[in-house]
């Protein structure tokens, strides 16, 4: 009895400074948490902002938008894209739309700069959004440079590129053959009558001494020409060695030519 007497008393004389230490402690917990955050949000605001210089070349590009039933926001959307401060001349800005309601299309379509793509897929995926999206950029693109070639005479132009890896093959080491082979690839009014010779639409397959180049008789031509409207509008060539893997040219060059012909087409 005398212990417990003696507990009571003491709590009753010190218990309400055990609560004050008590409290002064958890006070000061989050008076460090406070003031951490707030020391690091005064810091934030002097934080430099960075600086971009200015591009030195502005470059064109399309921006796609794959909206399928998108009518609630695919208007703001767009038009908060277009406050930018790119040039509108620069960029392109292609909506696919997919299952939307007329009034939608019509203020989609009312927009300046805009081109709206309206498909009704029976099963609606991005995938095909972006593809169609695709084949409007590389028709578009096909159909300039097809209206320039028709729409004025132009100077027949070559482009050449993996050269390197030409050389680099094992039959190009010697020193005889590279000087033939880069004869003929140096002069472009050799590779203009060389790609004149198969002026057939489809696939052309030249062999060795099928070439009628002696310096390319150590080599074989995958060769695909495309027309429109019956005039020729460009050709596409792979040159290698006589051992290249025939199928696997023979395939792309076959796929390329059938896509590009269906673009054309259109």
Known sequence: MDFEYEI????VSNGDKLIEYADAIIFLLFLIAVLYIFIFSLASLKKMKNKYPPARKKYRFAVLFPAYQEDAVIINSVCSFMEQ????????LIVIADKMLERTMQTLKALPSITVLEVQYAQSTKTNALRLAMDYLIFSSLLQAVRKMTGR??????FLGGTKQLLNQPEFRDVERVRNLLGILEEEKVLKDLLQGGEDSGLRVTIGSENKFTGIQDCSMVQATYRLNGQIVGTMAVLGPTRMEYGKVISVMDYLHKYLKTILDK
Do not use: A, L
């Open 8 to 11: 009571n008393k003491w709590w």
């Open 85 to 92: 401060d790119y040039p509108s001349y620069m960029y392109e």
């Open 153 to 158: 005479r132009q100077e027949q132009k070559v």
